[in-house]
């Protein structure tokens, strides 16, 4: 649906050593999902109806299930850390690796290495918590990255609002059309916002992860960030447009 190169790509060109922490969970979640039951990649998981029973205890694992979360199973108190490595296809997993790819690098270099990746692990924590606090009785297995993902939207809505990003819209054709990034992840959150609102508690996107996770984000940017220097986005982000 949206198309998020052309943000942050070269955000980093020229720094000393690049935005390690993005990268680095990058290519964490792809190595753990790479050697999981889910990628399909080797047959010691079995197959057929073994595979699925390993798919299934994997999920179980290293899942956040709100029942046991919010009912205070100390084993579950954990997995809403390990669940932000645990993803569900390769679709799921490439999709949330470009939007932590393409808005992670602008945002690990406002907060510094140590502080984005305190903050990526508290939004993901909190955005799965919120979750299951509002869907104590149920017993769908949560995982993937989205909502601390969705909290790096949010801070990165407020430190960088003016910044270009490359949308995609159905509805326009799917033309290339390069807009504010307050634009599209305001329009990003409403989406989101409304499918939480119809969505249930059974299987499919936990919505409202990813608004919590984004609300968290934008909250904490904006109560460390309010009364610093505003940074522009680096040249290189824009790829040579001026800023309005």
């Known amino acids: ?6 943000t942050a790509l070269g955000a980093w060109r ?3 050593n690049g935005p390690t922490v993005t990268y680095g969970l990058i290519a964490g979640c792809v190595l753990l999902f790479a050697a999981s039951p889910v990628a399909g990649l080797t047959t010691a998981y079995g197959t057929g109806h073994e595979l699925l029973v390993a798919q299934s205890a994997y999920f179980q694992r290293w899942g956040v299930i709100p029942a046991d979360l919010v009912g205070g ?10 669940a932000l490595f645990v993803h569900g296809s390769w679709l799921h ?7 932590l790819y393409v808005f992670g690098a602008m ?3 406002r907060m510094g290495p140590a502080g984005f990746v305190l903050f990526y692990l508290g939004c993901g924590y909190l955005a799965l918590l919120g979750y299951a606090a509002a869907h104590a009785d149920s017993q769908q297995t949560l995982v993937g990255a989205s909502g601390a993902i969705s909290g790096v939207l949010g801070a990165f809505l407020f430190l960088f609002p003016r910044a270009r990003v490359t949308s995609l819209f159905p509805f326009l054709f799917f033309l290339p059309l390069r807009f504010p990034a307050w634009i599209v992840l305001i329009f990003w959150f409403v989406l989101q916002w409304l499918a939480a609102r119809s969505a249930g508690s059974g299987p499919g996107v936990a919505y409202l992860a990813h608004v919590v996770g984004f609300g968290i984000g934008f909250v904490y940017a904006w109560a460390r960030y309010r009364g610093a220097d505003r940074v522009k986005p680096p040249a290189a982000a824009t790829e040579g447009e001026s800023q309005p």
């Open 1 to 6: 649906m949206i198309d998020w190169r052309g």
């Open 14 to 16: 020229g720094a000393r």
């Open 73 to 82: 199973d100390p084993r579950a108190l954990l997995t809403p850390l390990t």
């Open 93 to 99: 997993l490439l999709g949330n690796m470009l939007f």
């Open 107 to 109: 945002t690990e270099e």
